[in-house]
């Protein structure tokens, strides 16, 4: 899995489920024998998660669509009105990646931030530290970005932090260390064989300036 957006969509349903699975198991079985499941579907804030998950659906399409004023109200409004979802951090990751876009990096880090300091998961942590990696980057943060990357070790996002990481080393003019975090990516167990090519490349460019 080397797409972080995709990544977040799962890891949505994965907090979700762990969130309300007991509730929805709890349900099924009432319901198979006849003690009312319905008063108890509406007492684990389903309603709540639900109104949440569509707005969340409306933030996706205007995040596609570019719009990072109206993107933010969205965000506004899960936060007020769902800030104790699951969808709260997963929307600020959001419209933190359109925001980074764009060049707003003092937005972009305040979101990711948040979610890295509230995450409800290890998993989201990581995931709020790479893309927290990537906007520090490009404000030229490199030691804030070395130190923060050092702390990452999901090893699900194994080869996409070693990737990371040689793109960090590059900036820093460490070309000998970029080329050993591009082979620490190229041997990861989690890297596609398109990606593999592009890590290739990078490397070769990396090698010639040795």
């Keep these: 899995m080397n797409s972080i957006e995709d990544q977040e969509k799962i890891d949505a349903i994965k907090a979700w489920w762990k969130t309300y699975g007991n509730q929805v198991l709890i349900l099924v079985a009432t319901v198979s024998i006849g003690l009312g499941g319905a008063s108890l579907w509406g007492q684990y804030k389903h309603k709540q998660s639900v109104q949440a998950a569509y707005i969340y659906s409306e933030l996706?399409?205007?995040?596609?669509n570019g719009s990072l004023d109206e993107a933010t109200e969205i965000l506004r409004k899960i936060i007020d009105s769902h800030g104790t979802t699951i969808y709260a951090n997963f929307a600020r990751l959001k419209?933190?990646?359109l925001a980074h876009q764009k060049g707003d990096f003092a937005q972009a880090e305040e979101y990711i931030r948040h979610v890295v300091s509230n995450s409800s998961t290890d998993h989201t942590n990581a995931l709020a530290k790479i893309r927290l990696v990537?906007?520090?980057i490009d404000q030229k943060k490199y030691d804030d970005a070395l130190t923060l990357i050092s702390e990452i070790d999901d090893v699900s996002f194994e080869s996409l932090v070693a990737d990371l990481k040689?793109?960090?080393l590059f900036q820093k003019k460490d070309y000998d260390g970029a080329i050993s975090s591009s082979n620490e990516a190229l041997t990861g167990g989690n890297s596609t064989n398109s990606w593999k090519g592009i890590?290739?490349?990078?490397?070769?460019?990396?090698?010639?300036?040795?």
């Excluded at 996706?60 to 596609?64: D, H, I, P």
């Design 60 to 64: 996706e399409e205007v995040v596609n």
């Design 95 to 97: 419209v933190a990646r």
């Design 134 to 136: 990537s906007v520090l």
């Design 166 to 168: 040689s793109d960090l």
């Design 199 to 210: 890590i290739e490349m990078k490397k070769d460019s990396m090698e010639s300036l040795r």
